[in-house]
Nanobody
Framework: QVNLVESGGGLVQAGGSLRLSCTAS????????MGWYRQAPGSQRELVAS???????NYADSVKGRFTISRDNAKKMVYLQMNSLKPEDTAVYYC???????WGQGTQVTVSS
């Protein structure tokens, strides 16, 4: 079964931290670029962070310096460490292997002010 399953979302106060995890059941995971996306109500889905097979990372300007994406190929996991959270970070966060068209179901992150 090919899928991505996110976990670790929840409710946190502004300034707090959360760590999202993505469990990947996809073939050739280690060779796949992975990303975290988010979608807030009434907004389009946007890229938050991405990581290539060689672990080169890229971040949206809005999260640079606060979020860190990482991967563990042995465990087939992708992580998003989110620090200094802001209310505007509230969204459903999705893990994705975009180039392969594989998306997770999403996990809700809510940041209260």
């Amino acid at each position: 079964q090919v899928n991505l399953v996110e976990s670790g979302g929840g409710l946190v106060q502004a300034g707090g931290s959360l760590r999202l995890s993505c469990t990947a059941s996809i073939p050739m995971f280690s060779g796949s670029a992975m990303g975290w996306y988010r979608q807030a109500p009434g907004s389009q889905r946007e890229l938050v962070a991405s990581i290539t097979a060689a672990s080169t990372t890229n971040y949206a300007d809005s999260v640079k310096g606060r979020f860190t994406i990482s991967r563990d190929n042995a465990k087939k996991m992708v992580y998003l460490q989110m620090n200094s959270l802001k209310p505007e970070d509230t969204a459903v966060y999705y893990c994705a292997a975009v180039s392969r068209g594989i998306w997770g179901q999403g996990t809700q992150v809510t940041v209260s002010s």
